[in-house]
């Protein structure tokens, strides 16, 4: 096999302290170095940090740009420099994560990088956005189609999305699902014993359902309770929301950095709940399943795609309610769920993953892609629908200070205050 250089351009970067797409590139770029290829990874500079960024990270060459420190600006600002650099020092082949970064993709074609873009999930049905910020995602995913030479789905919900909205065919190349099986001993450090609470894992945006999942609980005669893991660095008043609805049996613990807490916290939970909706196939779930966790999922079709039939699903709060009272009263049928869970996480394998990525940059850089792409006009499909229930109105009151539980461990310095990814 020839060896190849590999540009991976639109994330933070690696080492992997953010989200999926920068785990993605760690445990891709890694394994592409040790089959013998060259990987550029481009990153972002840290705003305050003190040392030198390190030039290489488990053999892939890193480039470390400034991005704009605003919200809205910061991806696409960072990878116009990306490829600025990119064009100025080739690699054979470029792969590029975020469809948001679609306006850039003509630079790369015009200097003849042959470039696949890793679309991600609906970003433009993210609450998060306003209607500017939504046109603009639903733009760039018709960039994208027209002017990549290759599509990358993390799932097939997303292949499909594309297939039915822009008559473009999409490479399905998802994450992979660590297995791991940690001990039990930091859960006392929270007051907590195996199998005894229910567990969230999310950051706190209304796409995600931490309201619908902590409404449904409060409805439940549950008597363990649910701990509930996240940041919301841009929405208070769902914050706000999401603890008025909460009873003295709803626990918050904020960010955890710590991993190995957290995948304690994964592996010995009653049921895990997830109620992400919107963004392919989510890491979060995958280091559950991984942990062998009894999955409550948000009934659609990226998580079903993942947890199949180890899974309980839930669309309403009353759906929570019934499924969490069944795990109480199941715990034979619940552990038997787990071990589904990570007999289904073997499906999700980061060797395999970086051998269809190797795979893809061969057909790149051969050219052997068509050379006519869809025209990125959109037609009318389910994702149009919208998403969820209405919010009810609710009086908002302060959290009680009873059930936010503070971590014995110290907060991290700014240069290393990153949490997992779907905390994110």
Request: glycine residues 8%; hydrophobic residues 40%; proline residues 7%.
């Amino acid at each position: 096999m020839n060896r190849m250089s590999i540009a991976m351009v639109g994330t933070r970067g690696v080492p992997a302290r953010y989200g999926g797409f920068e785990t993605a590139v760690e445990e891709i770029g890694r394994r592409l170095v040790d089959d013998g290829h060259r990987v550029v990874v481009y990153c972002r500079t840290t705003p305050g940090a003190t040392e030198l960024p390190p030039a290489e990270h488990l053999g892939m060459e890193l480039v470390h740009l400034p991005a704009a420190r605003k919200r809205s600006l910061e991806t696409l600002s960072h990878t116009a420099l990306s490829v600025r650099h990119l064009v100025t020092h080739r690699t054979d082949a470029a792969f590029v994560f975020n469809a948001a970064n679609s306006p850039l993709l003509p630079v790369l074609r015009a200097a003849r990088i042959p470039v696949a873009t890793h679309v991600d999930g609906l970003e433009w049905k993210r609450a998060k956005w306003g209607g500017a910020g939504r046109r603009y995602y639903r733009v760039a995913e018709a960039l994208a189609v027209r002017w990549s030479d290759a599509l990358i789905a993390d799932a097939q919900g997303i292949a499909d999305y594309y297939e039915d909205a822009f008559a473009a065919p999409a490479t399905l190349l998802t994450y992979g699902a660590p297995i791991i099986r940690p001990g039990s001993d930091r859960l006392a450090e929270l007051g907590l014993q195996p199998r005894g609470f229910h567990l969230v894992v999310a950051r706190f945006e209304p796409e995600n359902h931490v309201d619908l999942i902590v409404e449904g609980y409060v409805r439940s005669a549950a008597t363990k309770p649910l701990v509930v893991v996240g940041s919301a660095p841009y929405a208070d008043e769902y914050t706000r929301r999401v603890h008025a609805l909460a009873d003295d049996r709803v626990r918050f613990l904020g960010g955890v950095w710590d991993q190995e807490l957290l995948d304690q916290l994964y592996a010995h939970s009653a049921t895990y709940l997830h109620g992400h909706s919107v963004g392919g196939t989510n890491p979060s779930l995958l280091r559950a399943i991984g942990a062998g966790a009894a999955v409550t999922a948000f009934d659609c079709s990226f998580n079903r795609e993942v947890v199949a039939d180890a899974g309980r699903y839930f669309s309403t709060p009353d759906d929570v309610a019934r499924e969490i009272a069944g795990v109480e009263a199941d715990p034979v049928g619940t552990a038997r769920a787990g071990r589904r869970s990570r007999e289904l996480a073997l499906r999700y394998d980061w060797d395999a993953v970086a051998a269809g990525y190797e795979e893809l940059a061969e057909m790149l850089v051969a050219r052997r892609f068509p050379r006519r792409r869809p025209s990125g006009r959109r037609m009318p499909t389910d994702a149009d629908l919208p998403l969820g229930r209405p919010v009810e109105p609710i009086r908002v009151v302060a959290p009680r200070p009873d059930n936010v539980l503070h971590l014995p461990s110290p907060s991290p310095s700014p240069e290393t205050r990153h949490l997992p990814a779907a905390q994110q």
